[in-house]
């Protein structure tokens, strides 16, 4: 069986050997499989330190003190954490939220949720290509105001959103930041130190570690108290109850420490790759790129391809993994709600295919795929009367 081309690095990245490799030996009987909590015997003991190490080395990848990584399940809790927890503890200093209309569905269905608590919060729409200013964010703040909630790489079109100047804004004003890196975090360098973004979420299988562990970032200093919203033995300060996934937690940890010495090779590889591929792509015709090419990250490359339908020409093409829209809202037929943003219509937001590439990409799998991608496109536009009657 050939293996898929698999340029979706977006949804989710394979877990690197090396984390494999780690994890593995906090699982069996032989392994360091102590309950973390368990700090009496010392197999306890040994999970412990472990998982300390691994806090230590997320907060390194931003430089920020392991006493301010909580660990969660993953991306989807740590948004909801960092947004309900702090929407329902401050909620006597004001019930105003600012997010944007292309953030990810984590953030948007948090803010849904706390829009019938009796929380208002304004969508900012972005520009045409997907940026953000932070102009915009200083007209939507009010004097209610409690948090802000930015990504600061879009998982869809791959713009960067200036989560510094934003930073420094709300700072300014005493209004909570949050800001989803889960598609940044092994992509571009984040600094807590320098950036007074206020909570961070992170998300282990976008960085090469396994699926199912994540981490919110809160600063310490001024602290920020954060409404739990599992509730149980007190672990995680008694922020975020259950028993620490050993194996998991070390996953993510070797995964935080390989990004961040190996980022600057990943980037100039994946640099080169993203020319060729987006210079490939344009050789078909009528093709249009989706977002802002200079504000965003080389991995993403997200394109509309007129006259076809992006499911029709997916299921002609089941070796070469891409995505059409989002993965996360694949059940339902809406056109992308990011997309639908950016003010593009329908059509061609149903024409849209995202490409995502990362560590193990090869020039061959860029090549194979758009050739692929454009004989499927010649066969379906042969077969369009739109296509046909199109001069
Ligand atoms: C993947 C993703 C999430 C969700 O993370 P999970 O770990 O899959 O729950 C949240 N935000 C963004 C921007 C993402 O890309």
């Given at each position: 069986?050939?293996?898929?081309?698999?340029?979706?690095?977006?949804?989710?990245?394979?877990?690197?050997?090396?984390?494999?490799?780690?994890?593995?030996?906090?699982?069996?009987?032989?392994?360091?499989?102590?309950?973390?909590?368990?700090?009496?015997?010392?197999?306890?003991?040994?999970?412990?330190?472990?998982?300390?190490?691994?806090?230590?080395?997320?907060?390194?990848?931003?430089?920020?003190?392991?006493?301010?990584i909580i660990w969660t399940s993953g991306?989807?809790e740590s948004?909801n954490l960092a947004?309900?927890g702090?929407?329902?503890?401050?909620?006597?200093?004001?019930?105003?939220?600012?997010?944007?209309?292309?953030?990810?569905?984590?953030?948007?269905?948090?803010?849904?949720?706390?829009?019938?608590?009796?929380?208002?919060?304004?969508?900012?729409?972005?520009?045409?290509?997907?940026?953000?200013?932070?102009?915009?964010?200083?007209?939507?703040?009010?004097?209610?105001?409690?948090?802000?909630?930015?990504?600061?790489?879009?998982?869809?079109?791959?713009?960067?959103?200036?989560?510094?100047?934003?930073?420094?804004?709300?700072?300014?004003?005493?209004?909570?930041?949050?800001?989803?890196?889960?598609?940044?975090?092994?992509?571009?360098?984040?600094?807590?130190?320098?950036?007074?973004?206020?909570?961070?979420?992170?998300?282990?299988?976008?960085?090469?570690?396994?699926?199912?562990i994540g981490a919110l970032?809160a600063?310490?200093?001024?602290?920020?108290?954060l409404q739990p919203q599992i509730h149980g033995g007190g672990h995680e300060r008694g922020i975020r109850s259950g028993t620490l996934p050993?194996?998991?937690?070390?996953?993510?940890?070797?995964?935080?420490?390989?990004?961040?010495?190996?980022?600057?090779?990943?980037?100039?590889?994946?640099?080169?790759?993203?020319?060729?591929?987006?210079?490939?792509?344009?050789?078909?015709?009528?093709?249009?790129?989706?977002?802002?090419?200079?504000?965003?990250?080389?991995?993403?490359?997200?394109?509309?391809?007129?006259?076809?339908?992006?499911?029709?020409?997916?299921?002609?093409?089941?070796?070469?993994?891409?995505?059409?829209?989002?993965?996360?809202?694949?059940?339902?037929?809406?056109?992308?709600?990011?997309?639908?943003?950016?003010?593009?219509?329908?059509?061609?937001?149903?024409?849209?295919?995202?490409?995502?590439?990362?560590?193990?990409?090869?020039?061959?799998?860029?090549?194979?795929?758009?050739?692929?991608?454009?004989?499927?496109?010649?066969?379906?536009?042969?077969?369009?009367?739109?296509?046909?009657?199109?001069?």
């Open positions: 069986m050939t293996r898929a081309i698999y340029l979706d690095y977006a949804a989710t990245t394979p877990v690197d050997p090396r984390v494999i490799e780690k994890m593995v030996q906090f699982l069996g009987p032989d392994g360091v499989f102590g309950n973390p909590s368990s700090t009496l015997h010392r197999q306890g003991m040994e999970a412990n330190n472990a998982v300390e190490q691994s806090r230590q080395q997320v907060a390194n990848l931003i430089n920020a003190e392991p006493d301010e991306g989807t948004d947004i309900k702090v929407a329902q503890l401050y909620a006597d200093r004001g019930r105003h939220i600012i997010t944007s209309a292309i953030e990810h569905k984590a953030v948007l269905d948090s803010c849904l949720y706390l829009e019938t608590q009796g929380f208002e919060v304004t969508y900012i729409k972005p520009n045409a290509e997907g940026l953000i200013t932070p102009k915009q964010v200083e007209t939507a703040l009010r004097p209610d105001t409690i948090l802000v909630s930015l990504m600061h790489v879009n998982n869809e079109i791959g713009t960067i959103t200036d989560i510094k100047s934003i930073a420094e804004v709300t700072k300014d004003r005493g209004v909570f930041f949050h800001a989803d890196a889960a598609q940044s975090a092994a992509r571009l360098p984040l600094d807590t130190k320098t950036i007074p973004v206020d909570f961070i979420s992170m998300s282990a299988h976008k960085m090469y570690g396994p699926k199912g970032y600063r310490r200093n001024p602290r920020i108290r050993t194996h998991q937690i070390v996953g993510m940890g070797e995964a935080a420490h390989l990004v961040a010495y190996k980022r600057a090779e990943d980037s100039e590889k994946t640099r080169i790759l993203s020319q060729d591929l987006l210079h490939r792509l344009m050789t078909i015709e009528r093709v249009s790129v989706n977002g802002n090419r200079k504000h965003c990250i080389d991995a993403i490359v997200n394109v509309s391809i007129s006259f076809v339908e992006s499911e029709s020409l997916l299921m002609l093409l089941p070796d070469i993994a891409v995505s059409n829209g989002s993965a996360c809202t694949s059940a339902s037929v809406e056109p992308s709600h990011v997309l639908t943003a950016l003010g593009i219509d329908a059509e061609t937001a149903y024409s849209s295919l995202r490409f995502s590439i990362g560590r193990f990409t090869t020039e061959e799998e860029i090549h194979q795929s758009v050739k692929q991608v454009a004989e499927a496109v010649y066969e379906l536009r042969r077969l369009s009367l739109h296509w046909t009657a199109y001069p």
